[in-house]
């Protein structure tokens, strides 16, 4: 994925647009951290990348040179820590919007990150977040077109409070409960699943993706606990 980033075609085009939307609350969480204030945070990581993108940035991320995460978290840090202040007197984002933001949605995410955790640990933290729930709308889509969704909806509801129990869902969909739990198990292993096809496109080898999967799980962990 990183490297069909690089290629101007309709791939790469899709590719970068999927490297944003992953990456770009992580980018903005790191710049609150360091003590951007909201709008300027929103600014520099949309004119972060907007140079990524004009500046052929993303071929700077070369597979010898270790995971596409730890190298993007690096270059937001430079990119604020030298270029910011002389990308915010010029034109912001070069007139180019990369996704549809929402700003006060994203204020108010990294509001509810904990406090404990300093730049590098919330940037892996939102990228964590942000991963789990790319996996999860790759899960949608297919299970949506396969006309399986109904199964995701028991999915989603399981440990909410007030959610039904598995034997009444059973007995809605007209299936044994047994039959149900089979569903949802496999959608939980096809859930897994895609979260290593995802995190294998910004890797080189099948050992980087066993450590991404456990620093994913690590940053998510409660600095608390």
């Known amino acids: 994925m990183v490297l069909a ?6 791939p790469g085009r899709a590719a970068m647009e999927a490297l944003c939307r992953t990456y ?28 990524m993108l004009t500046r052929n940035g993303f071929a700077r991320a070369k597979r010898e040179r270790g995971r596409f995460r730890c190298f993007l978290a690096q270059s937001v840090k430079n990119f604020l820590s030298d270029e910011w202040d002389k990308a915010s007197a010029q034109k912001r984002g070069g007139g180019q919007v990369l996704i549809s933001l929402d ?19 919330l940037f892996d933290r939102q990228w964590a977040e942000e991963t789990i729930a790319a996996a999860y709308t790759r899960l949608q889509t297919e299970y949506e077109r396969d006309g399986r969704s109904e199964w995701l909806k028991v999915l989603g ?12 869902e059973a007995f809605r969909l007209g299936i044994p409960v047994n039959t149900l739990k089979s569903h949802l ?14 995190i294998a496109e910004t890797v080189t080898t099948p050992a980087e993706v066993e450590i991404e999967l456990r620093e994913l799980l690590e940053s998510l962990r409660d600095p608390r606990s």
């Open 5 to 10: 980033a690089d290629s101007d075609s309709e």
């Open 24 to 51: 770009w609350f992580p980018a903005y969480a790191l710049a609150r951290r360091r003590g951007c204030d909201p709008e300027s945070a929103r600014d520099a990581t949309q004119e972060f990348f907007a140079q």
């Open 103 to 121: 700003a006060e949605m994203a204020e108010g995410r990294y509001l509810g990150a904990p406090t404990q955790d300093g730049p590098d640990r």
């Open 157 to 168: 509801r399981v440990g909410e409070p007030d959610a039904p129990s598995l034997a009444d």
């Open 185 to 198: 198990r496999r959608a939980r292993v096809r859930q897994a699943e895609i979260l290593r096809e995802l």
